[in-house]
């Protein structure tokens, strides 16, 4: 049997990080990114999502910052690049309906894999995307996965900082507390 990693979700997340599908590792220990060799929680302090690394075993605190973690395609693997195209689009109806019920402000995607299977989209950027999901402002960003070597840590946290910026933005703009000259 193969072993399922659970959601850590609740409405009006500001973001949803959504890796391409859970690690083995992870799967079997009920917690995401709990492979040693993994970044996630580190790119994700150091960017200045949290104020300190949470460890693996306490995902779910995660919450605490208004934040989400979900996957695009339940199956475990040792590697993404296991999936085939039809997993993503046997996956893209449930994700679709799990980010309708919870709305989330943005949805991040690790890597471009799962984003573009679900978009259809042939090419994609890093960063922001034109197209939402489900009414979410889409991110794309790169995979903080231990097997993913071209970006080393820097670069990871500037690109997750791209998208801190772009919500502590919108949050100051929609309460009228900060002016941001064009």
Known sequence: MNPQLTDILSKNLEVVFCGINPGLKSAM????FSNRSNRFWRVLHQSGFTPYEIEPRYDTTILTYGYGLTTAVARATVRADELSKNEFDTSVEIFKQKIEKYKPARLAFLGKPAWQAFSGLKTIEWGLQEKKFCDAIVWVLPNPSGLNRN??????VDHYQELL???TINKYNNHGTLNIPE
């Open 29 to 32: 220990e009920g917690h995401h």
């Open 151 to 156: 970006f080393t840590l820097s670069s990871l």
């Open 165 to 167: 910026k772009s919500i």
